[in-house]
């Protein structure tokens, strides 16, 4: 077992840091107070390439493996959340589910303008009535010669008001047996007639991206827009949440080294009782758990991206990634203020920013709870993974970089 | 035009440098390509976008330092040249100026060499001009702005009292300064291209040269004395008052 880095790897996770650390960390308390998306963000990760990391160069991509796309997200989080919101988004739920499912002419199409980062996408599942439950959306599509005609909303979209494109599930028979086989799922172009977006304000965290919700009013969307048949709405969600969930774990896992970094910096400078606080054995154990959980939290999601470069199902080992990273990422954020004491209640200092943007990890891309039914289903056997019609392609590098 | 850009690897300006028995450590700290010299990969690629031509990163160093050399690559140089010999020992800047003009000559047609302004270890800066004595070609130093124009370079030099724009004929050694523009990232297919270059290496054989004897010698490494600082917190009742109480004690430590 080789648990190595190559050197593209290694070179890949410089690149990501560099960009954030020079470029987004020194404005990135201003826009968060603001509230405000931090406005160079998508533009630049679309010109660097970032977020077309993963796919082959003949779809427009950038030619990397899919362990480079955890790595990249990792480091885009140590520096904050939104940017490796954008990632989970546009990368995971949108670009890699057209990937997984799209025919030839669709990815020519739609990915090549997507994996380059002249277009922007996002996912839109959650409706205001519904979020963990996806086989209860009511967004409607229904049939009219080769279009369908999409009726419906959806809230909590994050991009909703920046993408082009939205992956959208709806619900094309009303009438289904099992309610989760009545949907489909479709690549919208949020630019056609009928749709309305807007952003939501007040949001715990995650200030500085966009979050918001997406309306339909008799949208016509092409047949040719259809991913996959219909009917198969469902396993192509669940599909892409695989891919979305991955970005989510290994973000969380930079946004644990962050919460480590801040707190060993401020441990080795705050003196009490005539030491450093670093001495005392009860702050050295809170920084012993942040190194821990994210040893556990990055080894678990770069076993995620070894599995997608071998195009092997990875549901069950991603969900584990994902609730162990997102459920450290906020217990070490949480800690890193207690650290810190009064000051890590303040915006001054970076503790407060990561607790607040690691809570709605625990929330979106399947909360905690639903990950657990998942891990407890694969072990009394209520769940397996059945092949799918289209599996998300193994990482072929000659393929990748033809 | 066939632009050399001479770089070297150095701790990462975050590592802890510590000095014990004449040596320096850094720990476990990362060794990067020295960051003067990423700007002179970008003022090089300027050029080479400018011009035409091909830009060849040269570096002298420890097997380890092909890392930096990968990095230039990955910024979008096309070839990597280190210049290694286990007979090496500790090279000053004279006998590494020696070296890189014993291999410039090999790498042949070469119309500039562009350095950083300085390493950010031993921080001489004085490689850059021994290089151009040793190679006989003019100096162009502290560039900020490079114009290639017949065969001639012309170059803004930046200082804090102000500019100066200079011009030689080439070939030229150019060393560049900050203003010359941020350094690009380097891209993902150069990455892909770096990860798999196979950098050759070139030894003293291959320069047809010895090794240098070094002319300035290390007698001994210290670290800086610890800093002996108190720290008092002035009050008073208004800031005016408190500006005053500042002020007075500025001029009787005679800071000021
Ligand atoms: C910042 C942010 C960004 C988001 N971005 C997107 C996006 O881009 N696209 C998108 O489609 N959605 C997005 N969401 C929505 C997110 O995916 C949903 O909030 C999530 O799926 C949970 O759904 P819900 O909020 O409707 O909660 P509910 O489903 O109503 O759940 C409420 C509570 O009940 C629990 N629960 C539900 N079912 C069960 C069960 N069977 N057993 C035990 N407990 C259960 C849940 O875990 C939760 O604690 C985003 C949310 C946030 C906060």
């Known amino acids: 077992m080789d648990f190595s880095l190559s050197t593209e790897h290694e070179m890949t996770q410089k690149m990501v840091r560099d960009f954030a650390q020079k470029e987004i960390a020194p404005v990135i308390k201003e826009y968060d107070r603001k509230q405000e998306p931090v406005p160079t963000s998508l533009k630049r990760m679309g010109e660097l390439g970032i977020l077309g990391l993963c796919f082959p160069v003949r779809y427009g991509g950038q030619g990397m493996d899919y362990v480079s796309l955890g790595l990249a997200c990792e480091e885009l989080e140590a520096v904050d959340t939104h940017l490796r919101v954008a990632m989970s988004v546009h990368t995971g739920l949108c670009s890699m589910t057209l990937f997984q499912w799209g025919t030839e002419e669709q990815k020519e199409k739609f990915l090549t303008e997507l994996a380059s980062g002249k277009k922007l996408g996002c996912g839109a599942f959650t409706e205001p009535g519904c979020g963990s439950d996806v086989s209860a959306v009511q967004t409607s599509a229904k049939r009219d010669g080769d279009f369908y005609i999409l009726n419906g909303e959806k809230m909590w979209i994050s991009l909703a008001s920046k993408a082009d494109y939205a992956m959208v599930v709806a619900r094309t028979n009303p009438d289904a047996k099992k309610p989760s086989a009545g949907l489909s799922s479709f690549l919208v172009d949020l630019h056609s007639e009928g749709v309305k977006t807007g952003d939501l304000h007040g949001k715990l965290g995650v200030r500085a991206g966009s979050t918001g919700w997406i309306s339909f009013s008799d949208v016509k969307v092409p047949v040719a827009n259809r991913i996959g048949e219909e009917g198969e709405g469902f396993k192509i969600t669940m599909a892409g949440f695989d891919h979305g969930r991955y970005t989510v774990a290994s973000g969380a896992t930079g946004l644990i080294r962050a919460s480590r970094d801040v707190s060993v910096k401020y441990a080795l400078e705050r003196r009490t009782f005539g030491k450093m606080i670093g001495e005392h054995q009860l702050v050295q154990q809170k920084i012993a758990q942040m190194m821990q959980d994210y040893e556990i939290a990055r080894m678990l999601y770069l076993k995620v991206g070894w599995l997608k470069n071998m195009g092997e199902r990875s549901t069950l080992a991603t969900s584990y990634a994902k609730k162990f990273a997102t459920e450290a990422s906020f217990n070490a954020a949480n800690e890193a203020i207690q650290i810190h004491g009064a000051y890590g209640f303040s915006d001054e200092y970076d503790a407060e920013r990561y607790l607040r943007n690691s809570k709605g990890a625990v929330i979106y891309e399947g909360s905690s709870e639903i990950q657990t039914l998942i891990q407890a289903g694969y072990a009394l056997g209520f769940r397996e993974d059945k092949p799918l019609r289209c599996e998300l392609p193994a990482y072929d590098e000659a393929f990748w970089n033809e | ?256």
């Open chain 2, 1 to 256: 035009m066939k632009i050399i850009v001479c770089i070297k690897q150095v701790p990462d300006s975050e590592a802890k440098v510590v000095a014990a028995d004449g040596k320096a450590s850094w720990g476990d700290a990362p060794l990067v390509i020295n960051p003067f010299d990423e700007y002179a990969v970008e003022g090089a690629l300027q050029q080479k976008e400018a011009q035409g031509g091909e830009v060849i990163a040269l570096c002298l160093g420890p097997e380890t330092a092909k890392e930096a050399l990968k990095h230039a690559l990955a910024m979008g140089s096309d070839s990597a040249i280190l210049v290694s010999d286990p007979a090496l020992g500790a090279v000053d800047s004279q006998g590494a100026a020696k070296l890189l003009a014993a291999a410039i000559p090999k790498i042949g047609g070469v119309e500039m060499v562009v350095f950083g302004r300085q390493t950010l270890d031993d921080g001489t800066g004085l490689t850059i001009a021994q290089t151009a004595r040793v190679l006989g070609w003019p100096l162009l130093s502290f560039a900020g702005a490079i114009k290639v124009d017949g065969g001639k370079a012309t170059v803004e030099r930046v200082f804090e009292e102000g500019k100066q724009t200079i011009s030689a004929s080439l070939p030229a050694v150019v060393s560049v300064v900050q203003s010359i523009g941020e350094p690009r990232y380097p891209s993902f297919m150069g990455i892909r291209k770096a990860s798999k270059a196979v950098i050759p290496q070139w030894s003293l054989a291959d320069l047809g040269v010895t090794a240098p004897t070094p002319v300035v010698t290390r007698a001994a490494l210290d670290n800086p004395p610890s800093r002996d600082v108190t720290c008092e917190i002035i009050t008073g009742e208004t800031p005016a008052q408190i500006a005053e109480a500042l002020a007075e004690k500025i001029l009787a430590e005679k800071v000021l």
